[in-house]
């Protein structure tokens, strides 16, 4: 199973939960924003997510939450 992490942008309000309780530095809150003028979270090191979901736990917004896909085919 591949890991995805899927950020609503619009839903998040910057506050950086997601990059505080994350322990192995997958996400970074970025320069970029949101409608609401909010920075938003991005991914900077999805090999080092452990699938813990705590970003998705934590975050006030429902604006994060992780998925697993399936692996293409070879
Ligand atoms: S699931 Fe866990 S390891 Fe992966 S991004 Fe969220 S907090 Fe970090
Ligand atoms: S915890 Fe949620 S609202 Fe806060 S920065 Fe992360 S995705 Fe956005």
Not at 48 to 60: G, K, L, Y
């Amino acid at each position: 199973m591949k890991l995805h992490i899927n950020i609503h942008k619009e839903r998040c309000k910057g506050c950086g939960i997601c990059v505080e309780v994350c322990q192995t530095g997958v996400l970074v809150l970025s320069e970029k924003k949101n409608e609401r003028d909010c920075n938003i979270p991005e991914v900077v090191a999805m090999d080092e997510c452990i699938n813990c979901r705590m970003c998705e736990m934590f975050c006030p917004d429902f604006a994060i939450w992780v998925t697993e896909e399936e692996e293409e085919a070879a």
